[in-house]
Every structure is written in structure tokens, then in C-alpha cells.
């Protein structure tokens, strides 16, 4: 690996351990020295070595120079570069102060360079207020921005459309972003698409496709559709709930398929 391969798991920077383990195992393939001399004129460079510090991996942790190897590369305007000042402000990292204003100013710079962990945090300050005024219509805006292939946003705005939050309610686009988090694998979107099959939100009502929904969010975890199972089994014949198992395994294949094509994609793009 070259210097200027590695790019910091910005995504996974929000996510506490998992960062940590993961830029630790980044550290292990990257000349640190090299990198302290790159970091003096290429933004890249200087981001990754930014990462290194706000970790502590591969050299020793300091927020400082964190901070600065991040307004560096900032100013060439690298979204992810200004996520981590986001992270840093909001986490009081820097001056041991946590400042939200800051950090939503931060990651709406990130967000507008296209930066999704940056858009993700930035639907967040809308929607609980930290550092701006609620804003729902603001904060779909920015969901849908993150929704590309991430089934929790992809739920997010599947609610958002279904309450009719910051916008005028649309279960024909809940329903579809309820499809895509499902078949990205999300258990929790798996139980709100057999509400619209129950219901006729979007879609022909369809109470066997509903009950298959639920058998298929609970494989993936979802136990709490339990006490839905077994009241909706009782609306079914015994055909229509032979048939559902096919249902069932249908829409568990499809998340495998896309499961696997996601991890192809990951592999080919270099994250």
C-alpha cells in the first residue's frame, strides 16, 4: 500500500471501536515517517496521518495535531476531512470543549461536498436541534442525500414519508425506501414494508405478503414481530400460508444477492 491509497474509514470514524480497530489495522500497512512527510503538501495524506492521531494508532494520540493535519486538508475542500472536525467539536476534543454550533458548521461543509457520514450527522442536528433550529424538511433533505445504499437511512426516510415529517405524506416513496432498507438487510424496514402490505400504504394490500415480511424480519433478528405472526396467520388459509414460505425465501435470497453485491462493490472501490 502507497501513502496516498489509504483513505480514512470516514464512515466508521462515528462509530467508536469499530474505527478504532479499523484504523489501527491501517497504521499496521502504512510508513508512518513517510506519511508525517507527505502530510506537508497533500491533503490526503494529511487527512489519513489526521486520523492516526485522533486514534492514537501508529503514533501517540493528539487531538492538536489531529485537528491541524484535518484544517489542512479542509481547505481543498476533502468532505471527510471536514467530518472530522465535525466529530472532534462534538465530541470536545478540541480545547476539551464540545461545541455543537462548530460541529454542525463542519459537517455542513462536509455534507455539501458530498460526504455521507457528514450528511448523516447533519440530518441528526436537524432533527434533535443540536447546533441549528429543528428542521424536518431539512432533515429529510439531508437523509435522503445519505439514502443511497444505507439501508438506516434509507428507513429514516421511509418514516419520514410515512408520518408525513418535513414533508407531505407519501406512502407510495415510503413504501419504496422501506424496500430498499429490506433488501439491504434491515429487519426493523422488513416489518414497517409488511405494515404497507397490511395496510395498502403504497402498494395492493396484500396480507400473505405481509405475514412472509414478518417471518423474513424476524430471520433477521426481529423478534418482536412475534405477537404480529401469530394474529395475521389467523387471516390466511393454510394455501396462502404454504405459499408464503416461498415468499419468504424469495425475499431472503434477495438480500443475500444484494448482501454479496455489496461486498463486491466495497472491494472494487477500495473501502
Known amino acids: 500500500m502507497t501513502i496516498t491509497d489509504y483513505?480514512?474509514?470516514?464512515?466508521e470514524s462515528s462509530q467508536g471501536i469499530t474505527a478504532s480497530v479499523t484504523v489501527e489495522a491501517a497504521s499496521k500497512?502504512?510508513?508512518?515517517?513517510?506519511?508525517?512527510?507527505?502530510?506537508?503538501?497533500?491533503?490526503?495524506?494529511?487527512?489519513?496521518?489526521?486520523?492516526?492521531?485522533?486514534?492514537?494508532?501508529?503514533?501517540?494520540?493528539?487531538?492538536q495535531a489531529a485537528f491541524e493535519l484535518f484544517s489542512f486538508a479542509a481547505k481543498y475542500d476533502i468532505g471527510s476531512a471536514h467530518f472530522h472536525i465535525g466529530i472532534m467539536h462534538k465530541d470536545g476534543s478540541i480545547a476539551g470543549k464540545i461545541d455543537f454550533i462548530q460541529a454542525f458548521e463542519a459537517f455542513s461543509s462536509g455534507a455539501s461536498l458530498g460526504d455521507r457520514p457528514s450528511q448523516i450527522f447533519l440530518a441528526s442536528a436537524y432533527e434533535t436541534g443540536e447546533g441549528v433550529k429543528i428542521n424536518y424538511k431539512e432533515a429529510l433533505k439531508w437523509h435522503l442525500a445519505a439514502a443511497q445504499d444505507n439501508d438506516t437511512e434509507q428507513l429514516k426516510v421511509c418514516d419520514y414519508y410515512t408520518n408525513g415529517w418535513g414533508t407531505k405524506i407519501d406512502y407510495k416513496k415510503s413504501f419504496e425506501y422501506c424496500r430498499r432498507a429490506s433488501i439491504n438487510g434491515n429487519a426493523e424496514a422488513t416489518q414497517r414494508l409488511a405494515n404497507h402490505f397490511y395496510r395498502?400504504?403504497?402498494?395492493?394490500?396484500?396480507?400473505?405478503?405481509?405475514?412472509?415480511?414478518?417471518?423474513?424480519s424476524k430471520e433477521l433478528g426481529n423478534t418482536s414481530v412475534d405477537k404480529y405472526l401469530s394474529y395475521i396467520k389467523t387471516l390466511l388459509s393454510e394455501d396462502e400460508i404454504l405459499k408464503s414460505q416461498g415468499e419468504v425465501e424469495f425475499w431472503l435470497e434477495e438480500i443475500t444477492i444484494k448482501e454479496l453485491q455489496n461486498i463486491h462493490l466495497k472491494r472494487t472501490s477500495g473501502l
Not at 483513505?7 to 464512515?11: G, L, S, T
Not at 508512518?32 to 497533500?42: F, P, Q, R
Open 7 to 11: 483513505k480514512p474509514p470516514a464512515e
Open 200 to 216: 395498502g400504504w403504497g402498494v395492493e394490500k396484500n396480507i400473505m405478503k405481509a405475514y412472509s415480511l414478518l417471518i423474513v
Open 29 to 63: 500497512l502504512v510508513d508512518i515517517e513517510k506519511l508525517k512527510v507527505c502530510a506537508g503538501t497533500n491533503p490526503y495524506c494529511s487527512l489519513s496521518l489526521g486520523v492516526f492521531y485522533l486514534y492514537g494508532k501508529g503514533v501517540e494520540k493528539n487531538y
